[in-house]
């Protein structure tokens, strides 16, 4: 009933909330996106999207289709996949952010290993910093992570803001040097933090480093200091900066999905797999774990 490319381009869009960059992740034409959602909205007989100059928000109908056309698909790729004959198998190296260590990309990784039984996963947790380098150097095979600022290699999955976060009764004296929660080199979040601060005179001093994402977590609940941290990722108990307290904006954060040098056509066609997987399930990374 529903056509699996439209269905395809409809999450690009849910996960972008851009037209535009829905059609580059594709590698489709703008009019092309436009046709497919244009059409899925036919056969469901529902308006998917709301759009106007501010941008693109999903609507109730579309949230609802979200869980469907996750569904859709993964029956499709496996009915193809065994019809097909082909079984996927070897080893994987995958490497994911410390973001999403308190969000459900477990369940994306579960189902991933529940449809391809014969791939042996190895996940890696690090800075996205030290997943690039070990991207480049040969030791991973697809990672999941933050984008340098300035770089346009890899494929968008989820784009938001960076803001400063701590506890809720912390107060800065705008006196003192900025109390700082961080990552160690070459941690990317870090880098912006000290760069933006540095870049508008504002005095600085590390508070707390930390190479886990929980070990910041606890010093930032301790009312240590501040933290620059995605929005859509906010942990509980800790909420963004008033903006009394005058802090420097922190722009925009992406992560992406890239993918490591050839190992070969059957390594490829497994990393292939797993991202397809993430980018259908996309939305579901920037949702905190179930009960957390």
């Known amino acids: 009933m529903y056509d699996p490319g439209q269905l395809r381009t409809f999450l690009a869009v849910s996960q972008t909330l851009s037209f535009t960059q829905a059609a580059r992740r594709l590698g489709l034409r ?11 909205e036919d056969a469901t007989g529902r308006l998917l999207f709301t759009r106007d100059t501010h941008g693109v928000e999903l609507t109730e109908d579309g949230e609802a289709m979200l869980g469907f056309a996750r569904t859709i698909l993964a029956a499709h790729d496996r009915a193809a996949a065994f019809f097909t004959g082909t079984r996927l198998r070897g080893r994987l190296r995958f490497g994911a952010s410390e973001d999403f260590v308190l969000t459900r990309l477990p369940e994306i990784l579960e189902a991933f290993r529940r449809d391809h039984p014969e791939v042996d996963l190895e996940l890696t947790v690090e800075l996205s910093g030290v ?4 991207l480049a150097s040969g030791r991973l095979d697809l990672v999941l992570a933050k984008r340098r600022t300035g770089d346009t290699h890899g494929e968008l999955v989820w784009q938001s803001t960076l803001v400063w976060i701590g506890a809720p009764k912390l107060r800065l004296d705008p006196d003192r040097p900025v109390p700082l929660i961080v990552f160690p080199p070459p941690g990317i979040t870090r880098a912006r933090a000290l760069d933006v601060l540095e870049a508008h005179g504002r005095p600085w001093r590390i508070a707390c480093t930390s190479a886990s994402l929980s070990g910041l977590i606890a010093a930032a609940r301790a009312g240590l200091g501040v933290m620059a941290h995605t929005r859509g990722l906010i942990p509980p108990g800790l909420s963004p900066v008033s903006a009394r307290a005058g802090l420097p904006d922190l722009g925009e954060v992406e992560f992406v999905l890239l993918h490591g040098p050839g190992r070969g056509q059957a390594a490829q066609e497994t990393a292939d797999a797993l991202a397809a997987a993430i980018l ?9 774990a179930a009960g957390g």
């Open 30 to 40: 703008q009019s092309t996106v436009s046709q497919h959602v244009r059409r899925l």
């Open 131 to 134: 997943l690039h380098e070990q």
């Open 280 to 288: 259908a399930g996309g939305d579901r990374l920037h949702r905190p």
